[in-house]
Each structure stands twice: as C-alpha cells, then as structure tokens.
C-alpha cells in the first residue's frame, strides 16, 4: 500500500515560483511518480512523471522547460519545481504513483493506482 501527501501549495503572482512536494509511504521503488492538474469542470491533465527506477523523466508540452520533477529515493519524496507561473497553471495539482504507466502513457491518470488528496495552486496576473 502506498499513501501519498502533498505540500508546498500556495497562492503567487505571474512569474513566480513554487515548489510542490509528495511524500510517499510504503513501496515506491521501480514505479512511475507523476503530478497531474485539475481545473473545475476539465479532465485531470497530466504534468510531469518519472520512473523511480531508471530517473527517467517526462514533462508534457505545457510545461517543458518551466516545471521540472524530481525524486529523492533516500526521502521517498517527490518533489515539482515550477517556475515562471501564469494563470493557466492554476489547478488542484495532484501526486500519482503506479506501476501500470509506460514511457508513452506516463500521462494518463487511470494508469496510476494512488493519489494524494491534491494541493492547490493559484497565480494571480
């Protein structure tokens, strides 16, 4: 079983900066780590995972180059750096952990078998 828990949420103007956390409980070795988005009324969006075993990482095309993810095996965390905010970046954001991703489906969320409860992220223009 695994127990997912987000930080590091939080209001911040256009171009700020913020870092999300996810602190993990249980086995997550091997496995795809993800953050996925959600704004009212849309389908949860895939943001970034990575493979907990090789560190390979994947961004989607809305955030390439601002938000990067990492993994601390040592801390079972993973971490989201994200970087020059605008207000599309809004949403509940999201910590994933599965094993049923692959390299051309990090991103669809009925791959991943746990969820953290979400943590929101607001920038304002």
């Known amino acids: 079983q695994v127990q997912l828990l987000e930080s590091g949420g939080g209001s911040v103007q256009a171009g700020g900066s913020l870092r999300l956390s996810c602190a993990a409980s249980g086995y997550t070795y091997t496995m795809f780590m993800g953050w996925f988005r959600q704004t009212p009324g849309k389908e949860r969006e895939g943001v970034a995972a990575i493979h907990t075993g090789s560190g390979t990482t994947f961004h989607g095309a809305s955030v390439k180059g601002r938000f990067t993810i990492s993994h601390d095996a040592a801390k079972n965390t993973l971490y989201l750096q994200m970087n020059s905010l605008n207000a599309e970046d809004t949403a509940m954001y999201y910590c994933?952990?599965?094993w049923g991703p692959g390299s051309n489906t990090w991103d669809v969320a009925g791959n991943y078998g746990y969820w953290g409860q979400g943590t929101q992220v607001t920038v304002s223009s």
């Open positions: 994933a952990a599965g």
